[in-house]
């Protein structure tokens, strides 16, 4: 990387031979710099970049871009440090009897601590038997939990760091939101863009089952980034929130390590979400277990969904919005195809009869042969999208053409 002369930039604008250059921010805004590489690091400046996401994060506030140099890579894991060396606990709003939990950490000595723990029933709490000063990954057997809350709070919806309460990891279910594991986008308004192309972009690998990252704040963009599951049955790579409106996620590129090693979901949408964009992104993974690529858990608002490019393995739908209707969703000019031979199915909107919005130009292609590749009802707009299931033959109109 180089330096600058200028490593704030110029305030008012500059002009170069005439032509005014629009600055990267406004003149509040501030530009942090993140480089795992770099020979200094510390405070986020060009020349001393930090060395984490999560640490550029941190120092961040509204309308603040975070720029990461290429060639940076991080792991995304479950990280909690607790005020004190005591016992943790799981507990769940419904049964989780039938799934273990691997609870992994280190003791008060700094000494390594791992323990397996059946799950409880509903509204149960079960307790590990040695205590833990830090906890660096929890592995749920079944993958079927969802994310895991780490932080202190004042409800029961975290972690308990007194001394006369057992910690308590709790794992929400059924769409519920808290915090964020893997790297936490709070702060409203961040820009975090990545530096560099093909193998230099830089890349985010997920080492801990529930290590999304998760957007909790607003108008948050994503770009040109590159996230990798490194474990078996990582839950997800993105986890919006309902607050993560207006969330721009551009040209960015998801990888499984393999078959076995591979995200179960790609992006997970909470129900209400609007304003969402996903565009120009690279969806590229193993034939593994994954349901679905892109998955809405209910309403939706004004979201666009275009000129990406899938070829993954999907049991239950590559774009799934199924749950509930969009409101003027708009999906167009991808290229989807999902190697699946149970599913079928590549783009799913919900039928019930209030969902709108637009689907054209999309190239969907499965070889499941009794099933078709596109659930658009006549809620919505379709023109030019094009289905086959079968390889080295073109795709057919789906729905088919109107007769005016």
């Not at 480089?35 to 120092?59: H, L, Q, S, W």
């Amino acid at each position: 990387m180089y330096s600058s002369n200028y490593p704030e930039g110029f305030s008012d604008g500059v002009s170069i031979l005439n032509m005014p250059i629009q600055p990267l921010v406004g003149p509040v805004e501030k530009v942090l710099w993140v480089d795992v590489n770099a020979a200094k690091g510390g405070d986020g400046t060009y020349v001393r970049p930090y060395a984490t996401v999560a640490a550029a994060i941190a120092a961040a506030k509204t309308g603040d871009t975070i720029m990461i140099a290429a060639g940076h890579t991080e792991n995304l894991t479950v990280v909690a440090t607790l005020a004190t060396e005591c016992v943790v606990g799981i507990t769940s709003d419904q049964n989780d009897s039938g799934d273990t939990f691997t609870i992994t950490g280190t003791n008060g000595r700094g000494q390594p601590v791992s323990e397996a723990r059946v799950g409880p029933a509903s509204s149960g709490t079960v307790y590990t038997t040695q205590k833990f000063k830090t906890v660096t990954s929890v592995y749920v057997g079944s993958a079927t939990s969802g994310n895991i809350t780490i932080g202190t709070v004042a409800d029961p919806d975290g972690i308990c760091t007194t001394a006369a309460t057992p910690s308590t990891l709790y794992i929400p279910m059924n769409g519920a939101y808290v915090t964020a594991v893997g790297f936490n986008v709070s702060t409203a308004g961040l820009t975090i863009k990545g530096m560099g192309e093909n193998q230099r972009i830089p890349t985010f690998t997920t080492t801990a089952q529930l290590s999304a990252v998760m957007i909790t704040a607003a108008n948050t963009t994503l770009q040109n980034l590159k996230f990798v599951s490194n474990i078996t049955d990582c839950a997800n790579a993105i986890d919006l929130s309902a607050a993560a409106d207006g969330t721009v996620i551009r040209n960015c590129v998801f990888r499984d390590s393999s078959a076995a090693l591979d995200f179960l979901q790609h992006i997970d949408i909470a129900t209400t979400v609007t304003d969402l964009i996903i565009e120009g992104c690279d969806f590229t993974t193993a034939a593994g277990g994954m349901t679905e690529s892109v998955d809405f858990a209910g309403t939706s608002s004004y979201c666009i969904i275009r000129n990406n490019f899938w070829h993954v393995d999907c049991s239950a739908g590559v774009i799934d919005h199924l749950a509930d209707d969009p409101l003027d969703i708009a999906i167009y000019g991808n290229r989807i195809i999902n190697i699946d031979t149970g599913a079928g199915l590549v783009l799913g909107l919900d039928s019930s009869g209030d969902g709108t919005g637009l689907v054209y130009d999309n190239y969907c292609l499965s070889p499941k042969t009794d099933a078709e590749p596109i659930a658009v009802t006549a809620d919505y707009y379709t023109s030019e999208n094009y289905a086959s299931n079968t390889i080295n033959v073109s795709g057919v109109l789906e729905p088919g053409a109107d007769t005016i």
